[in-house]
């Protein structure tokens, strides 16, 4: 059985402050004899209230006053937080930030121009270095002329195409900048000497000039002002994968007819 202070205890915990046992309870404290007599009408209440004067206020006071005292429970009320008061991150509106284009940094090659009879040649140099005569990347482009039925001794157009142009400054360099100076640099020789076909050798060439990729090695090209282009592998590629040549000679029979004499 629960003594009277723990009792209490319970009572407090579950915020009941007034309570009636339906039994006499072990150990509890006399009750309040208030408590035990049958409500009045509220319309008695009030008049019982006003007629009633301090001093017969004071004499229906009980006599007995209870052991121990009901103190009413403190009840907390929640507080909003400084997080709950502030305003909802959706509401305020940020204003857009600029997003700025990535920056492309500048394609590097050195490209070279030859002639060899009809056709014109625009070659990767791998190594950025103008071709000496026992190249081996040199050899087999004399090997390939030969094959095609055109002078295997071409003759080279003017300086080395080198990107970028320029190591420092604010002028665009990028892959749009290199395609228009290569078209036009190859636009300018034409003018001077038309030729049957264009030979786009090495990745570079083919991008820059032809604006195609990779996957256009061994096929004819149509470039606007560039006229008819034929794209292949660089030569340093030939020399690293030799079964590309069977493919390269293939494309080489089924266009040859554009730059040999009709009566060859």
Request: glycine share 4%; net charge negative; hydrophobic share 45%.
């Amino acid at each position: 059985m629960l003594n009277e202070s723990r009792r209490r205890a319970y009572m407090t915990a579950m915020q009941v402050v007034n309570w009636l046992p339906r039994t006499e309870l072990p150990f509890a404290a006399p009750s309040r004899p208030e408590l035990l007599e049958p409500l009045l009408p509220v319309e008695d209440v009030q008049i019982v209230a006003i007629a009633q004067t301090p001093e017969r206020a004071a004499v229906a006071e009980p006599s007995v006053a209870p052991a121990h005292p009901v103190e009413r429970p403190k009840i907390e009320v929640p507080r909003p937080s400084l997080a709950s008061t502030r305003a909802p991150a959706a509401v305020v509106e940020a204003a857009p930030v600029p997003v700025k284009a990535p920056v492309v940094p500048p394609p590097r090659f050195a490209l070279q121009l030859l002639r060899a009879g009809r056709c014109l040649l625009l070659v990767e140099l791998p190594t950025g270095q103008a071709f000496q005569s026992r190249d081996p990347s040199y050899l087999l482009l004399k090997d390939m002329l030969r094959a095609a039925g055109l002078p295997d001794s071409p003759q080279i157009i003017g300086e080395p195409v080198r990107w970028p142009l320029l190591v420092r400054g604010n002028l665009d360099q990028g892959p749009e900048a290199a395609r228009d100076f290569v078209q036009g640099f190859v636009s300018a020789r034409l003018e001077d000497e038309p030729c049957a076909c264009l030979w786009l050798i090495g990745l570079p060439s083919v991008r820059f000039a032809g604006e195609a990729d990779a996957q256009s090695y061994n096929n004819e090209l149509q470039v606007d002002g560039l006229g008819s282009a034929w794209a292949l592998p660089g030569l340093e590629l030939l020399m690293d994968e030799p079964q590309r040549k069977a493919d390269v000679w293939q494309a080489m029979r089924r266009l040859m007819a554009r730059w040999k004499p009709i009566d060859e």
